[in-house]
């Protein structure tokens, strides 16, 4: 990773909330689990270390997570840990289904556009509505 794309993705990582907390169990199979769902659904993910409570230091954490996960270390500041990694699946293109044969998904352009011909005749011929702000 270059530093431009890190540093694109810590601008991107700003807004984020924090996900889960490592605390006193430290890097345990629960937290590599839920890091790898979260890594696979969102790419982008941050994490928070409980600094009182935590056998080791956030960078050692980190390390560990990225480890296990497959992921990139993309910063570790104070008790933040971000995390990234490429899913596939999120860059898929969208298959968009096609009718079938003889069916159209479009309205009916001759109709859609007389009715909205005769709607606003209507609302030009139409009383005009009591807002509540004349005078009374």
Known sequence: ??????AALR????SLEALFQAGKGGVNDALIAQTDDALR???LIKLKVLLETTPEPPKAIAQKLAEATGAEIVQVIGGS???YRYS???HEPVKKEKPKSGISNRPNSRKSAAWLRRKQAEKRFS???DT???RK
């Open 11 to 14: 601008a991107q990582a700003n």
């Open 81 to 83: 840990i971000v995390l």
């Open 41 to 43: 659904a969102r790419e």
């Open 127 to 129: 009383a005009p509505r």
């Open 132 to 134: 509540g702000r004349g």
């Open 1 to 6: 990773m270059t530093s431009k794309e890190r």
């Open 88 to 90: 596939p699946t999120l």
